[in-house]
Structures are given as structure tokens and as C-alpha cells.
């Protein structure tokens, strides 16, 4: 039918090379459809469907100067819009951009690929919106974007109408992008897989349509509330152990699983999966990313992909490939729908659900990346762009850096948490490199508009909101600094539990003196750490120890097990020579690089693991663990495998129809037991320090109490607290109407002899040593993975230092009830435990980890003549409770 004309948009006029524009601000009278008013207020950007069978779809760019919706149709099927719309003939793939910028609606053939494409001329920019009410919409309609603009690649302007973009708030993804010269915005080619050309340069005129993914509506008209706004089990901060895992990655390989469950959403929802996760005792599963992603430009140019999923594509669409196949040929819907499923199942075991998002950087890259949908809407409002004209700030160290100074930007983030948080269910977010969100004029700043806009917010203030608090930028680390309610990771206890318990454990003995010349962890800084890092956190009133997200591993870095087994990374298979991934790791291979089969060894490596694991559930805080590590995990020594999607990164699942007495069902039994501990015992049931301040910012005692002991049962003094050579050390946390806890440390080669306090009956609940057999700690160092284990069992004078655990038989001891709520406990006093008389019973001193030790030190203090004898193991770390 025959429709009045409709103007363009006022703009001014376009270069835009091999386009032409002279129709751009003529009037015209066209045979095509009617296009009605929104019916809505345009106020947000996305696609919201609308009574009469249509939809009103909205996106946002404040530099573009025309704007078309793209709607993609199968051939094999009648098109909805192909009678209404002129029609374009059949001919190369530059023909359609001159009509599209005459006419309100054009369909065309897209040659070489079995679609349809109408093109809507949107209305706009309102506010830098634009807008179209398109008559008819579907479910599972797939639609995109094309910008107009000026092409000025060295200002920030990369508009070009022949490049297909997915929606920002698309809620469903489907296809990739390929490493194809149609995907870049700039003339390119690909040679020998690289890509060459000019980003600065001439404006590709390939249609990218075919070559880059197409976002797909998804309708949500039917939803219950009751599914819209899911229940959020809300696990208390003081109750929570975190384990962050992958997707793919956990259930890749797990034998309980039909072969077209493992690796997907449906696998980690299965009944097996979730018992297992229960009997573990975690109480949040934190996911890695599970946006939908795409690798950046250098990894497609090696073939190889982002398996970590920190490579955003899209905020509001779920990753397809974790999803079944049967789910991904069924459609967008049908993958989020098994994402929204295995969110209620988790949540239905009693389990948090917490993702892992990426806003600091997109999968876009620096300018030389491929244009799929921010760069081609608008570069200059999305990306935070450099004082060189055309260049791109980059604090990530991925080529790009979301622009947070801009509202918009702002609002976009909040939309996609809550997206997540309404609709699909998620109880909790962790920030990749947080820091780089929170930078105004190039700094940091914990008053940043988007960490307002975080706390401020009704539904996300009141999840979990995890910060890592560092980015690549100048100043970039920032540890401590987020102010509540943001918890963050603590690096400091990783690194500080690392060097305690495996560098300096490997340098005393070591038979090299170079290696004992290294710096050694001093008792003041591990029992910090103990206490929760107060010098970290209880800086700002309001903050407690929760705040502290401790952790010894996590995705980025070597696993538990490879911590202990290489004092190198091994990175080769990444295809960067070694050179990418930390080379710093406080690690150590007790011997020999890699795999040994020798037993003294690998003993010592097992004790040093389940030392870390047994600081990191003792220790006040919040305790986060890497998926693995409970039984032993290894990644063959690559401490950065982001880019392997193979069996380098899935879980071995090999040991679990092993023995019962297997070393990894043993140590995964072992921290179950602690797990349970830590929960059920009440003195880690608070979020306060020991002293803290108050809102004057002077110090406030707490109601809980904790007591220092050196092995001979006395009180350390100032020069105890800095020195590097105390071992071994007693932690007493009490209060007034809670049983006593005592945390028994010995990082020492020998077992010792130490005194506990004599108020009261101790019981031994856990230690680190209950893993093993009677096993020396004897070995050599050694850097060949495949040197002859012999050289081990002559090192005479590491033999001389051997230290030997009380557990006998390897197996694990009869559990005996003492009452601690249902959990079960060990009473494993040694026999021969003797007590001590002396005329100042009961006399102690209380350390406070935040006040000076010098003032400490004037203090009165028990001198050791008092208290209960306790062997306590070589290379341990236990439990006791009064």
C-alpha cells in the first residue's frame, strides 16, 4: 500500500567512502507496510514484545546517524514481511545499502546464505536511542543491527552499514563469529590464518551477515511470577564456602553421566553432580563465566578458543556450547531455559549460585578486532579511549575497557545483573579485574557511580557482590579498598599461606643453603591471616572478616596439586612459549618436576596440600576453593590454560570407583570432615575482627578473644611476632559463652611437643596429618621430572630431619560424637598427654592483630609452666576444641 513520506533523521552530511549518500535527506513516497508507534515509552534499550503480535526494539548509540532493525528469515519458509517490503534483487551483496537508506522496509536474498533479510529503518536518536515498532515478532525471531556514520577510525568512529551487529540486550545468541575479512570493519585479508591490513584504513564493503553470530528473542510473556522472581537462598556471609568451578570443565569427564550430559548446564544440574557437591559440603558454587563469549582475534589466529569464557560476545545471552546438543538444536529459548533449570536445581540441594561476569572488557579487542556489535553501534560511548586520537585505554590487558564513566554504560551493567538475578536465578556476582570498573580520570576510586549503583540497588545490594580488586592499569592494585558491602579476593592470604606453607617448608628442607637464605613468613603475618586480615579490611567501620575472600587457588593459576609439584610453570601447549602466565607462584616440587611415583615425595607433597586446605577452612573469612583440589587435580603444570578446552582442563575423574582408601578419596574425606567443622563450630559463626574500629575510628574490643601460645606454652614477645624462625605457635579462640578452638600450628621438620592451656579438656577434631600413613619427609631437590627417585632415599641428611605422622595404619580413625551439633569429631589426645602445674594458672595474653606489638610486649604473659603436652606432627596444621 501506499504510505505518506517519512523523512530522515536531520543529519549532517556523510563520507562514508564507496557510499553513496545522496538520498540521504530527500523525502520519499514508497509502496510498504505501515510502521506504528512504539508502544512503549523508549526508556531502556532490548526487544519487549508487544500485545498486537509485534514488538517495540529499542538500542542505544549517541554518535550513529541512521540505524536499521534486522530481521533474518529461513528461505525455506514464508516470510512475514516479504509482501509489504520493497524488494531488493538478487544481485552482490553491496546492492542492498543505497535502498536501505531510501526506503523504511527492504528485504532481500542474502546471497551464499539461506536467509532472508528485511531491514526496518529505526526512528531516533531519542536521548541516543533508537527505536521501531515491528508488526510482527516471534519467538526464536532472529534479528540484528546495521549503523550508519562517518567512518574516522583514528577519532573513534567506526560506523559501517555493511557489518551485521548482535543486540546488547539480546537475551539469546546463536552462531559465531569467523575469522573471515567480512567480520572486521576495516579492507583486510587472511593470510597463512593471520589477519593483515589496516584497521586505520579504507572501510571494509563486505556484508558480514553469515560470518558473525545473530542475536534471538526470546519471549517471556508466559512466565509465572513465581519463575520471574525466583527465591534466593541467601547463605549467610559467616556460613559460606565458595567453590568456583567451570561449567564445562567439571562434568567434561564425568563417568556418572551419560555422554551427552558431560559438559553442560544439564550435567552439573544431575542428581549425581549435586550429591557429590553435598557431600563435599560447599555451600556457594561460584561459575565461571557463562556469558556467551567469543575467542579473542590472536586465539582464532592460532586455531585455539577462550575455554575460561572471560571473552564476552553478549551480557544478557547464555553461552550455548555448555548447553545439550538436543537444547542448542532446539534454540535459544531451549538453552536458556536448561541454564534457568540448573540454577533451580543447585538452588533446590541447598546451593548459592554465583557467576562470574566480565565488564572490565569485551570480546571486541583493540581496534585491529572484529566488529560484532558495541564498536560498529558506538565505539566512542562504549570504549574508554586513550589521550592518543583513535586509540583505546586498555586496563585489562585485552585490548579494550569498558567505559564506566558513561551512565549509560552504568545502566547497561545493572540491567544484565538483574536479568540474571530475576530471571535467571543468580544469587551472587564475582568482578573480573573490578578495579578497572571503577576508574574515573584514569584512578580508582571506591566512590566510583557504578559501585553506587551496585550497593544502592534493591535486589543486587542484597546478593553477593565479589570483587577482584586489581586490574592491569597504573595503580591497578587495590586490595581492601571496595568498602561494604563488596567482599574481595585476598591475594595477600594466598600468597602469604603459599609461602608458609610450601616455600618455606621446601627451603628448611633443602639440602641447598642457597634456598635456605630465603625470607621466611613471619608468625605476625601468617597470624594475621588466621585472624581474618584485619590490616586489610577492618581499614573502613562496617567492613568484617567476611569481607576477606580467602582463597590458595583459583582458575587463574596452578591447582593445588601442581603447587606443590612444579617449581615452574609449564605452559608450552598455550602456544605463546612459555611466556604467558605468572612466574612467580610460591611453588615447589619437593624433589622432582612434575609426576613422581617416589612415596617420600609424594607424602610430603599430599601434607603440604592439606595444609593450605586446612589454613584456608581455619581461618576467619570466607573460604573460597578451586573445583579439584579436594582430591588432587593437576593441569600437567600450566598455570594459565585459558585457552585449552581438552583434557588439561577437565576434571580427572578417574579415582572415584577407586579404593575407598585411595589418596584422593581419603584427602576429599578429610576436608569434608573440616567443611562440616567450620560450620557447625559457633566461633566462626560471626563477620566482626577481634578489635575493630568504630565509626570515630578508634579501636573496639569484639566479644570473641584469641590467644597466642609458642610451643613451650608461653606468650610470644615483640621480637617473637617479626621473627621469621618461629614454626610452630598455638591460635585459642574463645568467648564468653562459646567452647574454646585452639588451631595447632607446626610448619617444622620434627614433630614437637607443645603446651595448650590446662583450663580445660582438649580434644583433637581434625588435623592435617590424618591423611597419611607414617611416612618420612625426606627428599633432594631436583628440577628433572625424570630423575631417578633413588637420589631421594640417599639424602642422608634430610633423612636426619625426618618427620613422621602418628597415624598408623593410613585409614581413617572411628569418629566419636562430642556433641558439636550432629557433626562427627576424632578424640585423638595422645597418649601419655601430660599436665604441667604452675603457681600462675590461667595467667595468658590476649594479641590483637591490628595493635602494635611493641605495646604488646609490656604486657604480662604466661610463662609455659602450665598446660596440657601435646605431640603435635611435623608439617601439620590441626584442630582441637575444648
Known sequence: MEISSVPHAAHTPLSHGNISTKHAHLSYKIMGMQLQKLHRYATRPGLFFTQDGGADIIVRSETAEAMWLSVLEPLDGPSEFYLDAIRLPDDSAAAFVEPMMEHRVVTRRVPGYAMRETLFRMDGPNYGLWYVHLPKAWDGMMYGFRANGVWDPRHGLMFNPYK??????????????????????????????????????????????GKVPYSVAIDDRDVTKHDRDPVHPHVQWRKTVIYELHVKGFTARAPWLAPELRGTYAGLAHPKTLSYLQELGVTSIELMPIHAKQPELFLQQQGKRNYWGYSTLNY???????????????????????????????????????????????????????????????????????????????????????????????????????????????????????????????????????????????????????????????????????????????DRFRDTARSFWVTDVAARLAPHASMKAKPMVSMQEIATRLCGSADVFATNPGRGASSSINFVTAHDGFTLADLVSYERKHNEANGEQNRDGASHNHSANFGVEGPSNNALVLNVRERAAMNLLGMLMLSLGTPMMLAGDEFGNSQQGNNNAYCLDDETTWLDWSWIHGPDDSPERRRMRSLADLIALRKTLDIYHHEDFFTRLTQLGLKKRTKSRVEWFLPDGSTPRDTDWHSDAIHAFTMRLASGHERSVAIVVNSGADDLDMVLPADCEWRMLWSSAQVHDDAPFLYSRGTDANQDAQDVEDAQDIEDRAATVNLKDGKRPPMAHDGLEGVETRNMKPQGAKEVASANHGATRERDMDQPAAELANRSGNDGSDGMVWRIPANSISLLAS
Request: net charge negative.
Open 164 to 209: 551485521f551487529l548482535i543486540d546488547p540486550y539480546g537475551k539469546g545468541i546463536e552462531g559465531t563469529a569467523q575469522l573471515d575479512p567480512a567480520a572486521f570493519a576495516y579492507e583486510c585479508e587472511i593470510r597463512d590464518g593471520r589477519v593483515v591490513g589496516d584497521c586505520y584504513g579504507r572501510m571494509s564493503t563486505l556484508d558480514s551477515l
Open 316 to 490: 544478557f545471552s547464555p553461552e550455548p556450547s555448555y548447553a545439550t546438543k538436543k537444547a542448542q538444536q532446539q534454540g535459544a529459548t531451549a538453552v536458556r531455559q536448561e541454564v534457568i533449570d540448573m540454577v533451580k536445581a543447585l538452588h533446590q540441594a541447598g546451593f548459592e549460585v554465583i557467576m562470574d561476569v566480565v565488564f572490565n572488557h569485551t570480546c571486541e579487542g583493540g581496534n585491529e578486532g572484529m566488529t560484532v556489535s558495541w564498536r560498529g553501534l558506538d565505539n566512542l560511548s562504549t570504549y574508554r579511549q586513550s589521550a592518543h586520537p583513535g586509540h583505546l585505554e586498555d586496563t585489562t590487558g585485552c585490548g579494550n575497557t569498558l567505559d564506566f564513566t558513561d551512565t549509560h554504560n552504568v545502566m547497561f551493567a545493572v540491567d544484565s545483573l538483574s536479568y540474571w538475578a530475576k530471571r535467571i536465578g543468580i544469587d551472587g556476582f564475582r568482578f573480573d579485574l573490578a578495579v578497572s570498573t571503577a576508574r574515573l580520570n584514569g584512578s580508582f576510586t571506591p566512590y566510583h557511580p557504578f559501585l553506587y549503583a551496585l550497593r544502592s540497588d534493591q535486589l543486587l545490594g542484597n546478593l553477593k557482590l565479589i570483587m577482584e580488586p586489581w586490574d592491569v592499569g597504573p595503580d591497578g592494585w587495590r586490595t581492601g579498598q571496595f568498602l561494604t558491602p563488596f567482599s574481595e579476593w585476598n
